[in-house]
C-alpha cells in the first residue's frame, strides 16, 4: 500500500468533509461527534484557507484516490505564542497500525522546522489513547499537563486531556 501525502487544498474541501464525518462517527478520541459536526463545503473552504493565512498547514494522505489521515496544524495567533503551534491528526480506523499517523507526523515536524520564529509543538490527546501517546513520545513530545476528566462520554466515563509539547 503507497501512501502518499500533500498539503490540502480549497479544492479538497468535499473530501475532507466526507472524511471528517466518517472520521468522527468511528473515534471516540476527538473532542467533537458527528452529531456536532454541521459544516457544508463552503465552510470547509473557508476553513482551509484561514488555515493557511494564519500560517498553519494542513496535510492530508492519500492511499490510492482514498483520504484516510489528516493533520492540522495552526499557528497561534497571539504575540506571546506566536512562537508554538496546535496540532490535529486523524487516521481511518480501516488504515490504523500502517504507519500513516507517523508519515504525517514527520510531515508536520519537518515543515514546523521551518517556519521563521516557531519554537515549539503543542498537542492535547486523550488519556485513554495509548497508541497515539506512544507515538508522540517517540517523536520526542513529552507530558507537560492534565486535564482530570476533561473528557465525558455517554456511558459516563471519563478521559483526562493530557497536555504535550515538543520543541524544535
Known amino acids: 500500500m503507497k501512501i502518499s501525502i500533500r498539503q490540502a ?3 479538497d474541501s468535499y473530501a475532507i468533509l466526507k ?3 466518517k472520521i468522527l462517527d468511528e473515534t471516540p478520541y476527538m473532542i467533537s461527534t458527528s452529531m456536532e459536526y454541521v459544516n457544508s463545503v463552503e465552510d ?3 476553513w482551509t484557507r484561514q488555515t ?4 498553519g498547514i494542513i496535510f492530508l494522505a492519500y492511499s490510492g484516490r482514498t483520504l484516510v489521515g489528516m493533520l492540522t496544524a495552526n499557528r497561534q ?3 506571546r505564542k506566536r512562537h508554538t503551534c ?3 491528526i486523524s487516521v481511518k480506523k480501516s488504515h490504523h497500525g500502517k504507519g500513516i499517523g507517523k508519515l504525517l507526523m514527520n510531515e508536520l515536524i519537518v515543515w514546523a522546522e521551518q517556519q521563521p520564529g516557531l519554537e515549539k509543538i503543542n ?4 488519556s485513554n489513547n495509548l497508541i ?13 499537563g492534565r486535564l482530570l476528566k476533561e473528557i465525558k462520554y455517554t456511558d459516563g466515563t471519563y478521559a483526562d486531556v493530557i497536555l504535550m509539547g515538543r520543541p524544535l
Open 9 to 11: 487544498t480549497a479544492a
Open 19 to 21: 472524511y471528517t464525518k
Open 44 to 46: 470547509e473552504e473557508f
Open 52 to 55: 493557511y493565512e494564519d500560517g
Open 77 to 79: 495567533r497571539r504575540l
Open 86 to 88: 496546535t496540532f490535529g
Open 123 to 126: 498537542l492535547e490527546v486523550f
Open 132 to 144: 497515539a501517546r506512544r507515538l508522540y513520545q517517540k517523536l520526542g513530545f513529552r507530558e507537560e
